[in-house]
């Protein structure tokens, strides 16, 4: 049987050290890219709504950045919404421009982020101010930093950029690509964007708010009320005595964004989203 020799044998052991401390770095030579694409919406003037970025190639990243753009004359940015990125909230974007936007994402835990193959990687809203008829592109042009994505062997991988496009609807086409959070009759007290199994009207207002929150129930009773971040984090929890159909309450200090908040009614649940600028 034929022994290594000492050199041989460091050289062995120097090769083993290196692959387990990187036990990527096989597969990531072999990556082929990946693919952000901007989805194509269409929504009504004052609709508040919520465009998704979606991801296609490799399932795990380290980090990632891009800058986004839209035209200023038909979508005012308001925030992000969902996310598969555990932490990217207000901190995590820049606008420089009302019409371009900077965001940058790392992971925080240090080990690479688990993301589905051609799922929502985030979405961002906008408040619908153009006129019907009117369109932007949505695009991720690279202008103001490179668009980079990170394995998980700390690779850049290639970036594949597909644009969309949003177009104004005229209020009688059917709303499409993007979640409506709320519409231009939200201001409206009668106005009822969401109906649980109860047929139940709920209201928040202001909304957008600098931070004064109001919540109504007609036909209903509020039994508890979770406020959370794009994050996920909770940071609002309350549970309230039986017969409560009003809230109010002035959160300072916000940081500007869309927050999710989910009402416990007697029967159901309802998911809304509120504003803060």
Same mark, same amino acid.
């Given at each position: 049987? @034929? ?26 030579? =072999? ?9 194509? =919406? ?16 490799? &399932? ?8 986004? /753009? *839209? ?17 990217? $909230? ?14 940058? *994402? ?30 932007? $592109?949505?695009?991720?042009?690279? $202008? ?8 998980? =062997? ?7 950029? /597909? ?22 009759? /939200?201001? &409206?007290?009668?106005?009822?964007? $969401? ?5 139940? @009207? ?35 929890? @309350? ?34 989203? *509120?504003?803060?600028?």
């Amino acid at each position: 049987m @034929k022994t290594l020799r000492p050199k041989h044998m460091l050289f062995f052991l120097f090769s083993l050290i290196c692959l387990s401390a990187n036990p990527f770095q096989l597969s990531a030579q =072999a990556n082929e890219g990946v693919e952000l694409r901007f989805v194509s =919406a269409t929504a009504n003037t004052g609709d508040l709504v919520c465009i998704p970025i979606q991801y296609s190639g490799s &399932d795990n990243i380290l980090s990632i950045q891009t800058t986004l /753009a *839209w035209d200023a004359t038909v979508l005012q940015f308001a925030g992000l919404g969902d996310t598969a990125l555990p932490g990217f $909230d207000e901190n995590a974007y820049n606008l420089k421009k009302e019409d371009r936007l900077l965001l940058s *994402w790392f992971t925080q835990t240090g080990f690479p982020q688990d993301i589905k193959d051609g799922g929502i990687l985030f979405e961002v809203c906008f408040q619908v101010v153009g006129k019907a008829g009117q369109s932007s $592109d949505l695009r991720i042009p690279g $202008d103001m930093t490179s668009t980079e994505v990170v394995d998980a =062997a700390e690779y850049p991988m290639t970036v594949n950029i /597909a644009a969309g496009k949003f177009i104004v609807g005229d209020g009688a086409a059917p709303i499409s690509g993007s979640n409506i959070i709320d519409n231009g009759n /939200a201001s &409206d007290p009668g106005f009822d964007p $969401d109906r649980n199994a109860n047929q139940s @009207k709920i209201r928040i207002s202001p909304n957008p708010s600098s931070g004064r929150f109001n919540i109504q129930v007609f036909g209903d009773e509020i039994q508890q009320i979770s406020i959370h971040r794009a994050s996920g984090n909770k940071f609002f929890d @309350k549970h309230f005595r039986l017969g409560t159909t009003e809230f109010e309450t002035d959160f300072q200090h916000l940081s500007p964004g869309i927050y999710t908040v989910r009402i416990y009614l007697k029967a159901s649940l309802v998911v809304k989203h *509120w504003i803060v600028h």
